[in-house]
């Protein structure tokens, strides 16, 4: 009897340039000692946000998360008609509901009445606002007569809507929800284990970051030519390299969390694939434009267990003869892709294959070429053989 997947492996050599893709506290770039050099770092949870913002353009399913799901239903029901207070009222006592809560203050720094905002943040599919302002709109009597104003800060006894309801609608869920996984501990069985894994992505090679110094010009100065200097001086931190990109997605995760909708496992997995070699992280991205095309992609269809390449870089990639971290890193991947191979056997790896803009040939490490990224992940998609979970 064939194997059947389990884990959908996938690896991406991308080179990008001048950059500041995703900064710490100080705005300074992220890095990583990894193999004994310094190698530039892009956080998972930057570079999945990206994904998970381009697949929700690419599948038109889009989920929110905020700790302001109050005022967005007070914004749906004025749109609705509603008078603003009321409105308000009813979206305050929607986030007290949800757990422990704030009351904003104004520049005086006392509390704005019905201004509520949650401690925690609720993750749920969009149409949830929708959903909550139609359980304010059928308990419309009762925020217009008994409901109280929140004024101060406290705990669930605050709202007078039923928790249970409310509870209910945040526990929906939507494809983004169930790829990418959901915490929402205030909410009991709300937690989803999300099937998509992501690694922090580092360059291949040791890397430095460059100092950017600059100036801003005041234009009036400038034309008028009475005075010289700058408006402005200041410097940013940015830096270059090639990077390793590494997810997995756990194919029976998904089946199970995906079970009772009727969403296409195969459609959904290839909006992701296309989300995940294309987004890049959006920081500074009008003074960067940093918007560069995978030098490769690499899918593989494993049975056991996962299996990241990182391994491969652990020695720092060194630049090739005539200049470049990208040929030599693909090398390496391919190189420690033929030794995992041999090492683990090829039993549980079903499939693999790769596509590039710019590479005609390879290794047999990485198994087929596509001709483009499309059909790439075409050919894994229909190699998928999924235990039956979904409906």
């Known amino acids: 009897m064939p194997a059947t997947p389990r884990f959908l492996d996938i690896h991406v050599v991308q080179s990008v340039p001048f950059a500041n893709l995703n900064r710490d506290d100080t705005n300074s770039v992220k890095t990583v000692l990894y193999g004994g050099a310094l190698r530039t770092r892009v956080s998972s949870q930057s570079w999945k946000r990206a994904v998970r913002m381009e697949f929700e353009r690419l599948s038109g399913d889009s989920a929110l998360r905020t700790r302001r799901i109050g005022e967005a239903v007070t914004r749906e029901l004025v749109e609705r008609g509603w008078p603003q207070p009321l409105a308000e009222r009813a979206g305050a006592h929607i986030a007290a509901a949800v757990g422990k809560f704030e009351v904003e203050t104004d520049e005086a720094n006392k509390p704005v009445p019905n201004h509520v905002v949650t401690n925690a943040m609720v993750y749920v599919p969009r149409a949830a606002v929708t959903e909550l302002a139609d359980l304010a709109v059928e308990h419309r009597q009762t925020l217009e007569s008994t409901a109280k104003d929140i004024k101060k800060n406290g705990d669930t006894k605050a709202s007078a809507l039923p928790k249970a309801a409310i509870d209910a609608v945040l526990r929906g869920r939507n494809d983004v929800i169930n790829l990418f996984g959901r915490m929402l501990a205030e909410i009991d069985r709300a937690g989803v284990d999300g099937a998509v894994q992501v690694a922090h992505a580092m360059t291949t090679h040791e890397n430095d970051v460059d100092l950017d110094y600059f100036t801003a010009v005041d234009d009036l100065t400038s034309a008028w030519k009475d005075t010289t200097g700058s408006a402005h001086m200041g410097h940013a931190e940015f830096s270059a390299g090639t990077f390793y990109r590494y997810a997995t997605v756990d194919l029976d995760e998904l089946t199970n969390n995906l079970a009772g909708t009727h969403t296409d496992v195969r459609e959904l997995l290839t909006t992701f694939l296309t989300a995940f ?62 030794a995992a191979a041999a090492f683990l056997g090829t039993r549980q790896l079903l499939w693999q294959g790769w596509s590039s803009p710019e590479l005609k040939d390879l290794p047999d490490g990485l198994g087929l070429r596509a001709d483009g990224l499309d059909t790439l992940i075409t050919d894994a998609a229909a190699r998928l053989t999924l235990r039956d979970r979904a409906a």
């Open 277 to 338: 070699t294309l987004a890049v992280p959006q920081a500074k991205k009008n003074s960067t434009a940093p918007h560069t095309l995978p030098h490769l992609v690499h899918l593989a269809l494993r049975a056991d267990r996962p299996v990241s390449y990182a391994a491969a870089f652990e020695q720092p990639v060194r630049p090739a003869a005539h200049g470049g971290h990208a040929v030599p890193s693909v090398d390496a991947l391919a190189a420690y892709a033929q």
